[in-house]
């Protein structure tokens, strides 16, 4: 399954605590947050769109460098076993002001068979 793929990777690229349900990142300072967004298939390859968010209770300038360091593990992440490409969509501040979650969320578009 790619979620699992792109959590295992994750981990292992940044040494951060990632997963795909929010309340497992309490008790964290800092993590990573990736959640489907859309997806399809065409003539048997796999399209799927993931925002990936880097939350710190620290300060909006690690969650910056989180998402920095996410992307440049992404870069990377074609190079997988079944990856075709990944591309980075978009990325852009998304601090939650209620919460006072510093984030930013990286958008990337995967081609997998």
Request: charged share 25%; aromatic share 12%; proline share 0%.
């Amino acid at each position: 399954m790619l979620e699992d793929k792109i959590i295992s990777y994750l981990r292992k690229k940044t040494g951060l605590h990632t997963s795909n349900e929010k309340h497992a990142g309490r008790g964290y300072a800092e993590y990573i947050l990736i959640q489907r967004t859309g997806g399809g298939k065409t003539n048997q390859v796999d399209r799927a769109t993931y925002a990936i968010q880097s939350i710190s209770v620290i300060s909006k300038l690690r969650a910056a460098q989180i998402c920095e360091a996410v992307k440049e593990a992404m870069e990377e992440f074609e190079q997988e076993d079944g990856i075709f490409s990944c591309d980075i969509n978009s990325d852009y501040d998304f601090t939650n002001t209620s919460t006072k979650e510093y984030r930013y969320q990286a958008v990337f578009d995967i081609t997998y068979f």
